[in-house]
């Protein structure tokens, strides 16, 4: 109130100072007249001065009306700041982006980044800009600014089924024990699995050797079952030995007495420490005149597996699976270690077990082999292994049998799978087909988040390098005028040239798309396992397009056709409905049952694909006796008179003159002629002359004239898989 009055009072002091000027005005106009001068009639003098006192009187009282009517309260002035415009901005946005989110054109980003430091010319609409140069053409343009916020994905609920916990040991029970069979190819494993069994596998395996690992329960005659599982020996299949490890409870280690320690055998060794497994050693082969058992406990030394008679604790039995000496012995000796083991499980409750090998049956559907760990499997329960889920339609054992139901330490083939699961995925069995479905949600859900993760760190490193690239330009084109920079750029849009019909063709013959297909997972998994040893895509690059289990189908010619591949079958089938549409596509299919023999196939379609290297073989030799020179027209052309010696010479080959060992001159002849006469062929000890297709040339006696013929070489590939 106090400033009211204050304000009152100054005006009311204005209007007093008005009011003597006022007069001091008037006294001083009736001292002074000033002589009359003619207006038009009706405008004012122009001596009159309209001075009003009501005027300043007026507005002295309008003010005091404003000063007292003003309420107590001041009133809220509005920021200047709300009344600016925002722009929503983020970091990494491009000039587009910037102009769309200001809604103004890229001339007005372009002009706000003038005489700054920034490099005008060598942005473009895409260019990326920095956080500072964002926030100044925000600034420049009057508008506030505003950080776009990502928004976050709601956290999902883990809805992932786990293994229970450790059962009460109360309800545990006594189980058979799972005995893993391994060592190196061909030292008699899978004989010796059928001399327990009494059959006759390893006649029926391509090539005498396993490829497949294979699980097996065998009736001893004291009443003993025991879980066999017979990996292959073969170097291509360590992820199944490494597999049949992990889930056995004792590895029995073959080896020949014959060949001794070998690669598989380290390897398996190896396999069996990693997985805190113990061992009971079978040196095989003891009826061969050349077996050397000792050999075989001497060399294991070096590896730390020492045998009984050396002080150690790994049993060491001398069989023979070809006669079946002492196999019961080895039997024995597995059964006695199992016990001291004291093996048990929990027969009850949810289903927990391993896939040891998974494939396709075109009656059953997707099947796989498993040992059940806990629990007892029954038809009809609902099953989740990594990604793939299954209700139990039937079971069967290893001779096809259908069974009722899968104990502890049972191998069980089971039929239902809605996917084909991987071979050493954890099975587990859920209450309900909803639950199931929410596994497999979430496991699918998991592997997104983790390729995205993946793929979010390539495009960092990718922005990164791309940002590192262009702070080089900028600093290789900053000094440079606006012209030399665009006459360089020029040059280089110039250098990328696109490649010609014949360049791409040459280009693409280098490189072999494959698709590859496999009776069962495992060995679909070798075989990758194989080629991710490649290492010689500088000769020839190797792009894996597909891979899956199953017979060739329509669909895998297509891609073949699409890539221009090569379709990869082991131990599959291709109908012949499948082949007559892959020969008419121009597609390969090729099969085998083998492992070795494909990676050799494949290395011979790598070999193709590889240019071929050329090589020169010699025709015919002669020396240069004499030169002169020929007119021709109004040429003149040199000619060398010369003498075959070795060989002959034939005027269509290829010629190169040699000069003090030097090759001067390679290409072909103009003339060749036998006196004067035209020739085609000069032989050994005659005399002829020539002239080369380049004039230039100078000839001297001496000179060394080689006819040859060039021939293309197959190349091969460099890459050695390691077998």
Partial sequence: MSQKLLKLENLLQFHMICRRLHSLGQRRLGRWRPAPVWAPPGWPSPHARPWQTDVCVGAALVQYRLLVTKKEKRPVQLSSTKSKKEAEVWIGMTIEELAKAMKKDIDYIYEALLNTTIDI????????????WIKEVIKKAGMKLKWSKLKQDKVRENKDAVRRPLADLALLTPRSPVVTIMGHVDHGKTTLLDKLRKTQVASLEAGGITQHIGAFLVSLPSGEKITFLDT???????????????????????????????KQTVESIQHARDAQVPIVLAINKCDKAEADPERVTKELLAYDVVCEDYGGDVQAVRVSALTGDNLMALAEATVALAEVLELKADPTGPVEGTVIEAFTDKGKGPVTTAIIQRGTLRKGSILVAGKSWAKVRFMFDENGKTISEACPSMPVGIAGWKGLPSAGDEILEVESELRAHEVIDWRKFEEEQEKNRDELKIIEEKRQEHQECHRKAREKYGTLHWRERSFLKYLQRKE??????????????????????????????????????????H???????????????ENDVHLA??????????????SKVIQQSAAKKGVKIKLQKIIYCLIEDLKEELGSRIPCTVEEFPVGEAYVLATFSVTEGKKKVPV?????????????RKFKLIRNGNVIWNGSL???KHHKDDVTVIKTGMECGLSLNEEKIEFKVGDQIVCYKEKDIPAKTSWDPGF
């Fill in 496 to 537: 990328q040239k696109p490649l010609k019909p014949k360049e791409k063709t040459e280009r693409d013959s280098s490189v072999l798309p494959i698709i590859i297909k496999g009776d069962v997972d495992g060995s679909v998994e070798a075989i990758l396992g194989i080629i991710d040893t490649y290492d010689a895509s």
């Fill in 121 to 132: 010319d060598s942005l473009e609409a895409d260019s990326r800009l920095d956080e500072i």
């Fill in 232 to 262: 292959p020996g073969h170097a291509a299949f360590s992820a199944m030995r490494a597999r049949g490890a992990q889930v056995t409870d004792i590895i029995v280690l073959v080896v020949a007495a014959d060949d001794g320690v070998k």
């Fill in 539 to 553: 000769e020839c690059e190797l792009q894996l397009v597909h891979f899956g289990v199953g017979d060739i189908s």
């Fill in 561 to 574: 056709e699409t890539f221009d591949g090569v379709i990869y079958g082991f131990n599959v089938n291709a």
């Fill in 670 to 672: 103009t003339s060749l």
């Fill in 640 to 652: 060398a008179g010369c003498r075959v010696h070795k060989g002959q010479l034939e005027k269509t």
